[in-house]
Nanobody
Framework: QVQLVESGGGLVQTGDSLRLSCTAS????????MGWFRRAPGKDQDFVAA????????YYEDSVKGRFTMSRDDAKNTVYLQMDNLKPEDAAVYYC????????????????????WGQGTQVTVSS
């Protein structure tokens, strides 16, 4: 069982920045594929970013490319989502997710590929 705990959400203005964190339990965190998703009111849970275990590539949804940066610190069992130049359309509950393998999903953008989810953290962006 892996527990994921997100933090860092809040209320910001358009153009501001936030850094979300997600800390995982488990002794093999470095082998997890990690993803960030978000759900806005009345909408589906959408892919935001992922770091795929082996070869360690990072992927982003098109609307956040150049504004969001996902990173991981395996020594701290933590992934981060640095969000810059936030827009009102970025407002959502943000969730981190883990694919712990050993048979990793090739569809990192798909919620079905993840085994564990955090409880979510709210991001609100005022215009």
């Amino acid at each position: 069982q892996v527990q994921l705990v997100e933090s860092g959400g809040g209320l910001v203005q358009t153009g501001d920045s936030l850094r979300l964190s997600c800390t995982a339990s488990g002794r093999t965190f470095s082998t997890y594929t990690m993803g960030w998703f978000r759900r806005a009111p009345g909408k589906d849970q959408d892919f935001v970013a992922a770091i795929v275990f082996s070869p360690g590539n990072t992927y982003y949804e098109d609307s956040v490319k150049g504004r969001f940066t996902m990173s991981r610190d395996d020594a701290k069992n933590t992934v981060y989502l640095q969000m810059d130049n936030l827009k009102p359309e970025d407002a959502a509950v943000y969730y981190c997710a883990a694919d712990v393998g050993p048979y990793y999903s090739s569809s990192y953008w798909n919620t079905d590929g993840y085994d564990y989810w955090g409880q979510g953290t709210q991001v609100t962006v005022s215009s």
